[in-house]
């Protein structure tokens, strides 16, 4: 099995940037490659697909309000992935889970292992 800690959450204001990072571990993690992504949930809304990216980096996945503004890189040495938050507004505010599958296509459509969240809170 896979586990997953997120962080980086916190306040900041409209235009601001945030970094997340989300550490993976286990004994699987490594041996099947896994693709890594993020999801976000705003209040009274479902969790939406936010980025993802396969193991290698060769393919990477947004969604469109995310485009321009948002990065999702990552570094296997450590077992983490990032969001680079950039040109922050407030319906970005959410709790923003970090997923994991060995197919980025997977992560992508919502399946896999789920981290526990952190919370965005951009103000006006």
């Known amino acids: 099995q896979v586990q997953l800690v997120e962080s980086g959450g916190g306040l900041v204001q409209a235009g601001g940037s945030l970094r997340l990072s989300c550490e993976a571990s286990?004994?699987?993690?490594?041996?099947?490659?896994?693709?890594m992504g993020w999801f976000r949930q705003a209040p009274g809304k479902e969790r939406e697909f936010v980025a993802a990216?396969?193991?290698?980096?060769?393919?990477?996945y947004y969604t469109d309000s995310v485009k321009g503004r948002f990065t999702i890189s990552r570094d296997n040495a450590k077992n983490t992935v990032y969001l680079q938050m950039n040109s922050l507004k407030p319906e970005d505010t959410a709790v923003y889970y970090c997923?994991?599958?060995?197919?980025?296509?997977?992560?992508?459509?919502?399946?896999?292992?789920w981290g526990q969240g952190t919370q965005v809170t951009v103000s006006s």
């Open positions: 990216m396969s193991w290698g980096g060769d393919t990477t």
């Open positions: 997923a994991a599958d060995p197919s980025a296509a997977a992560v992508r459509d919502g399946h896999g292992t």
């Open positions: 286990g004994r699987t993690f490594r041996r099947y490659r896994y693709a």
